[in-house]
């Protein structure tokens, strides 16, 4: 078995029915608790009229920044692949990214479900396994980092507002703490890789499966500060077109919030949805997102509205396609890699 879908193939074991079926019931009943109590204090009839209303021209521009999400992700690993003078179709890495998503939704794992889905996509597609571990990495890195900028950026935002500024000092503290504990991890893992595993650890076959694959990672990939600039940007720009989501769905129930507000309330209603133990952040992120958009000076009804089409299109709507996509990816055998894909130098 090829190292990197080794490394990740836990996460598929791991992942039992059952534990998927609770944590799924569990996200959707506190999402159902959120709704109930949000139209508790709004008036039911105002808001089915506002969803009812949502402007068409307006739902198909958040469509058309999602489709931009996908192909943000995929020119991640485009990027990596080219710098290695590895050529593969963009098409089919875009719908590769949908399946990521999928997998991430389906069995809830803190990402790595959607690593595992990528690593096994990029080796069908017959990239090298010491490719596929360097795309994994750069991957996870840039996106830690961009979460880390933009987590930064809507504090700082949001700090201009007293009181509200006191109540996220402390989470944002935390999440922001959290993510530097792993990135100071993820730089020492790009800079020593197998090394970072203590030898006498070696023994035990998990720590030395890691360190194999930690050791087959391309290091001038890796180390190369241009390719990882150029992930941190496209990472990033998958947080604003989904800011931007936010921001049209809200127009199109006739909301006016600017994109700064829209911006905020997603990304900290993100960093809420990560922290909590909810699978998918059902119904925290919802939450979050519907009263900061309230705090900012939108109706309960309207932000409710906007936050609910937002998920559609980010949580509900890329199901179908997932599923279809996902028995490709997962169905068809993985042919043997020439290493000749591997042409850079070896770490």
């Not at 590769?96 to 991430?104: E, I, M, P, Y």
């Not at 991957?139 to 500024?165: H, K, P, Q, R």
């Not at 730089?187 to 076959?205: G, M, T």
Request: glycine letters at 8%; one cysteine or more.
């Amino acid at each position: 078995m090829p190292l990197p879908e080794a490394a990740f193939r836990f996460v598929e074991d791991g992942q039992s029915g059952l534990t998927i079926a609770v944590g799924w019931l569990s996200g959707v009943l506190v999402l159902g608790v959120f709704i109930t109590f949000a139209l508790h204090f709004a008036d039911v009839a105002i808001f089915l009229s506002i969803v009812k209303g949502a402007a068409p021209i307006w739902l198909g521009a958040a469509a058309v920044c999602q489709c931009g999400t996908y192909a943000f992700a995929a020119a991640v690993w485009f990027r990596v692949l080219c710098r290695a003078d590895v050529k593969q179709p963009f098409l089919g890495l875009f719908r590769l990214a949908v399946v990521q998503l999928f997998a991430n939704q389906a069995l809830p794992s803190g990402g790595l479900s959607g690593a595992a889905i990528v690593a096994r996509g990029l080796l069908r597609r017959r990239v090298s396994p010491s490719l596929v571990t360097t795309a994994i990495l750069v991957d996870s890195f840039t996106y830690y980092s961009s979460y880390l900028l933009v987590a930064l950026v809507a504090f700082a935002i949001v700090s201009s507002s007293g009181e509200l500024a006191a109540a996220w000092l402390r989470l944002t503290a935390a999440f922001i703490a959290a993510l530097l504990i792993f990135l100071g991890a993820a730089f020492l893992l790009i800079r020593r890789q197998s090394r970072i595993i203590p030898n006498a650890a070696l023994s035990w076959a998990p720590a030395a499966k890691l360190s194999a694959i930690l050791r087959s990672a391309r290091t001038d990939l890796l180390r190369d500060v241009e390719l990882v600039s150029e992930g941190i940007c496209l990472q990033t720009g998958i947080f604003l077109l989904d800011a931007a989501s936010l921001w049209i769905a809200a127009r199109s129930v006739g909301i006016d919030v600017d994109f700064v507000a829209a911006f905020s309330a997603f990304v900290l209603a993100s960093v809420v949805a990560t922290l909590s133990p909810v699978p998918l952040g059902l119904g925290t992120f919802e939450g979050t997102c519907t009263a900061l958009l309230h705090i900012m000076g939108s109706s309960i009804e309207g932000s409710l509205a906007a936050t609910l089409i937002f998920r559609g299109f980010t949580l509900w709507l890329p199901m179908l396609p997932g599923i279809l996509l996902i028995r490709k990816e997962t169905n068809t055998p993985i042919d043997s890699v020439a290493e000749s894909n591997d042409r850079g130098p070896s770490p």
